[in-house]
């Protein structure tokens, strides 16, 4: 079975290129654009991977990594953001083991599929 990925972001031709790099490397890819969607598809479905925005319409990309790991823990999560301070910013949660890795935009889309397959693999 195809491992699992919720892409959320407000940014959908980037949500589109990702999810045709992702599809292409055999993982079965949703998209949300919005924090309330991107919730209701973590409330009705299980991912193996969820990469989120940190900034969301609706409801922010905080709010979405904690409702997912209440949801189902083992879910690995990656946070996307054009943030320079992201990391400084989510150093709890990456402690707490609730961040799985941070995305700056820009980014590399190789460097980004290798950490995905890498963290999958785990």
């Known amino acids: 079975m195809k491992q699992r990925i919720l892409l959320i972001d407000d940014d959908k031709e980037l949500c589109e290129e990702l999810r045709d790099i992702f599809m292409e490397e055999g993982y079965f890819v949703q998209l949300a654009h ?72 820009p980014f590399m889309v190789e460097d980004v599929v290798n950490n995905i397959k890498s963290v999958l693999q785990r």
């Open 34 to 105: 919005d924090g309330p969607g991107g919730k209701k598809l973590i409330e009705d479905d299980s991912y193996d991977l969820i990469i989120i925005d940190i900034k969301l319409p609706g409801l922010g990309g905080l709010d979405l990594l904690k409702i997912s790991k209440n949801k189902e823990p083992k879910t690995k999560v990656f946070v996307i953001s054009g943030r320079p301070f992201i990391t400084d910013m989510l150093k709890d949660e990456i402690t707490k083991n609730l961040v799985d890795g941070v995305i700056g935009k």
